[in-house]
């Protein structure tokens, strides 16, 4: 059973590292505004598709 | 009804233009649509429908950002030729204005980046200042309807940074809480078999190990608050908190090297980590609100001083007895001045509420804080900007008290009884066990300071509070903090402010009065009011029944008297009482606007303040409820016994009141006891609102201008006051309750700690145990006051 040393260190181990990258993710800002990026991500592309969409109405 | 399609207001008929199979109703928001459409921006209006704002005219307004200095003190970063300045920007309202602002670089390259906090409606601007300047970005904003609204307030105000400690805290908290609890499992269902007995230790030291960074960085607020409060001989909620926690620590230490037991420590994790979440739940504010707003949220950074016939943009600190200044249309007046040109209409609607311009004549006094509304005008200025008579409010000894100000909350109050009473149970039961030994001694002095530590107590308010601040918040009152619930539960006399109060400066009631005009006449009236730029002519226009629009025959407008005009067969002459030479003999100062047709005074067009609808209802309630009610104006008695009709019978009414009268008003209340609620609007009620015990700002539009307060209503729900107070009694109510819950678990809890039988198990369910059910109870109640309260 002395795997068990093995197992718990690797459980604490794997937290740990969330437990960094809640750390580093709140330091990088991403906790400051809640709101902004989530209408954010669903307008990435849009801007080139509209381009395209208008040199087609030109092309017609 | 047709609606504009960029900024979806209404197209007077005449007006509309159309372009690319669109619709719009003036010429700037189709300027707005092409210079969108030629970017490959269009998506801007498939996000939202008609997000946009009409363009302003802005173009002489931010002359200032030519200055240098100036603009060195609007940015927030300049390296090189890297600027990075952070606006803000009221007209921030949905998805499609986050789109477009952040893709501000497709419409100037010199913009590298820009991104968008919606919840503050600011926008942070990376930009290259040597292919672009501040101006120029500022400008191109202004010129797509997103102004940025510069005030003196952006002077010198670097980016505060943003203390992400309390989030650190309860992460490491959390982890700590967690992983404790799992490595402990085996421990609560300790059945004596041979594998807990080989591997506890590793468990335990393991869990110390955990507990270690919770125990020196997660609960450091709590030390530090205890010593403070020590040292400030106040028994607050936080030291019987870190009496508890360090207790629970040291006797895990002891029970795990010494006595062979688990220790506590996962509730002690456990504790840290409900009480920090508590902290964050009350953290709850509203970012786009400002409650701190002083003058210098409303007076520009910079005017333009006249100088040898030059304009020249100099800062308002700069501004010194004597300076010649222009102030242009919608400009903001910053200091008090004398007038130079020949007339002036300044709108006082920041200062006093009042709706209507008032007139002013060449050589007038003008006092700071108006807006002029017309043509650009001359002004000398008499003092500098922080001696003006309005700016002189904020010297008041009530501005700079109120920050260290600290009230006495409820939870302080219990901890007061509570504290002394959990210490002496501790000690009692030391002395009692003592005499058994002293290691049973020890393991209840312990165990009672474990199991009391008032965790549940602490806990209900903040969780009261911040639910409560979010339900009013929903029904359109924004709280600065959760102190502020418990002074409106406790608030027995309320004053109102009339002005902007009481009445409302957006709807003005415009009444005519006398000979009746037919069809024919009032068309021509509308038309001749069409060709001039004074406000009340604007407002008239607003109001005259819709007709064809043609153009006079003649018009002629004489500056501070009236219009003069000829519409087919009729000869106008409208204005001001003086210059028709009629006597005008009624005691109330209404702003009036007499109508002369053929060289006959028809009549007269009065401008009433309107009153917020409801006010009588409100009166009565407030009335029935026992609570003292005052109304305090700026104004003369003129409308005192119309305000006696609405206003419930022993309402005392208070006029002639200038600022300062106003904030000595409420001391003198209070000196007698009172806890005064203000309810007030403009840069005049601000050192009432300051002195009051809650002082509440009214707000047709909360986003702008509202003078420094504990709470901003939205004048929509005036009404509601009465509800708003009824469940603030009900949240104390709730926060009663609940300590009666959390005490009865803590007799439970001491029952077993007194009797030595605190397992670490039993610490483990009590604790969870009481802080959900406490929790759940209190956003359950809260949830049902705020549909039960009476409104």
């Known amino acids: ?60 | 009804m047709l609606n504009c399609y960029h900024c979806g207001n209404e197209i007077i008929e005449n007006e509309m233009l159309v372009f690319d199979d669109k619709k719009f109703c003036c010429k700037g928001c189709q300027t707005v649509y092409e210079l969108f459409s030629d970017n490959g921006l269009t998506n801007y209006y498939d996000f939202e429908k008609n997000p946009g704002a009409k363009p302003k005219d802005a173009d002489a307004k931010f002359n200032y950002l030519e200055n240098a200095n100036i603009v060195s003190k609007l940015l927030d970063f300049q390296e090189g030729s890297t600027q990075i300045v952070r606006l803000y920007i009221p007209h921030i309202h949905c998805s499609s204005c986050i789109w477009i602002l952040e893709n501000l670089n497709t419409l100037n390259s010199g913009i590298s980046q820009s991104q968008v906090v919606f919840s503050q409606k600011k926008v942070t601007i990376v930009f290259n200042s040597e292919t672009v300047s501040l101006k120029e970005i500022v400008l191109l904003l202004a010129s797509i309807g997103y102004e940025p609204y510069i005030s003196l307030e952006n002077f010198d105000n670097k980016p505060k940074l943003i203390d992400r400690n309390l989030l650190y805290k309860t992460g490491v908290a959390f982890f700590g809480f967690g992983n404790i609890m799992l490595l402990s499992f085996p421990e609560y269902f300790n059945v004596n078999d041979y594998w807990i007995h080989q591997y506890k230790d590793f468990f335990r030291y393991l869990n110390i190990f955990l507990a270690l960074p919770v125990f020196l960085y997660s609960a450091t607020p709590y030390y530090i608050s205890a010593y403070h409060s020590i040292k400030a001989k106040a028994f607050n909620i936080d030291i019987p908190m870190a009496l508890g926690i360090i207790v629970m620590f040291l006797r895990s230490l002891v029970d795990i090297f010494f006595q062979d037991g688990a220790g506590f420590l996962d509730s002690m994790c456990g504790l840290v980590f409900f009480m920090l979440s508590g902290k964050l739940i009350q953290q709850t504010t509203y970012n786009f609100l400002s409650f701190e707003r002083d003058y210098k949220s409303y007076f520009p950074i910079a005017v333009t001083k006249i100088e040898n016939k030059a304009e020249v943009p100099i800062q308002v600190y700069e501004i010194e007895k004597g300076t010649h200044l222009m102030i242009r249309n919608e400009e903001l007046i910053p200091v008090d001045a004398v007038l130079l040109s020949d007339t002036a209409y300044i709108d006082y609607s920041f200062v006093t509420g009042e709706a209507v311009p008032v007139e002013k004549k060449s050589g007038d006094k003008i006092f700071a804080g108006g807006k002029q509304v017309g043509n650009a005008i001359v002004i000398e200025a008499v003092n500098s900007v922080s001696q003006s008579y309005l700016t002189q409010l904020w010297s008041n000894e009530v501005f700079q008290k109120r920050t260290s100000q600290k009230l006495k909350t409820i939870t302080d109050r219990a901890s007061r009884i509570f504290t002394p009473a959990l210490l002496s149970i501790a000690f009692i039961g030391f002395i009692g066990w003592s005499f058994v030994s002293f290691n049973d001694a020890f393991n209840v002095l312990t165990a009672v300071l474990i199991v009391a530590c008032p965790c549940a107590l602490a806990l209900t308010a903040p969780y009261t509070w911040g639910n409560v601040i979010r339900l009013m918040g929903k029904r359109k009152l924004y709280l600065k903090n959760t102190a502020v619930i418990e002074q409106l539960s406790k608030a027995d006399v309320l004053v109102f402010d009339k002005t902007g109060t009481l009445t409302s400066n957006k709807n003005q009631q415009i009444k005519y009065v006398g000979e009746h005009l037919t069809k024919e006449e009032l068309m021509a009236v509308k038309n001749i009011v069409r060709g001039s730029n004074h406000p009340l002519s604007r407002r008239l226009y607003m109001v005259l029944p819709e007709c064809n629009i043609k153009k006079p025959l003649l018009f002629n407008e004489i500056a501070g008297k009236g219009i003069e005009g000829i519409f087919e067969e009729y000869h106008l002459r409208i204005g001001s009482a003086n210059w028709l030479e009629i006597s005008d003999q009624s005691a109330v100062h209404d702003t009036k606007v007499y109508i002369e047709i053929d060289h006959k005074v028809k009549g007269y067009f009065v401008f009433e303040n309107e009153y917020r609808k409801g006010i009588k209802k409100l009166f009565e309630t407030l009335k029935d409820r026992n609570y003292q009610l005052f109304v305090l104006s700026g104004d003369n008695n003129g409308e005192e016994k119309m305000l006696r009709q609405l206003v419930s019978a022993d309402t005392q009414l208070v006029f002639n009141q200038k600022p300062e009268d106003k904030l000595r008003f409420i001391e003198n209340l209070q000196s007698h006891g009172k806890n005064v609620l203000m309810i007030g609007d403009g840069l005049n009620d601000a050192g009432a609102l300051a002195q009051s015990n809650i002082g509440i700002s009214i707000s047709e539009n909360v986003n702008v201008f509202t003078p420094a307060s504990d709470a901003i209503l939205d004048a929509g729900a005036f009404t509601k006051i009465p509800y708003f107070l009824s469940f603030a009694k009900n949240a104390m109510k709730t926060i009663k309750m609940s300590y009666c819950l959390a005490i009865s678990y803590n007799i439970v809890g001491l029952s077993f700690a007194l009797s030595n039988q605190l397992s670490p198990l039993v610490a483990a369910i009590i604790m969870p145990v009481s802080t959900a059910t406490i929790i759940s109870f209190v956003t359950l109640m809260s949830g049902i006051y705020a549909k039960k309260s009476k409104g």
């Open chain 1, 1 to 60: 059973m002395g795997v068990i040393y093995i197992l718990i260190c690797i459980s604490v181990f794997v937290a740990a590292v969330f437990l960094y990258l809640f750390i580093k993710s709140v330091k990088s800002g991403q906790f400051d505004d809640q709101y902004t990026p989530s209408i954010r991500m669903l307008f990435d592309d849009e801007l080139k598709k509209k381009k395209n969409n208008k040199s087609q109405k030109q092309s017609n």
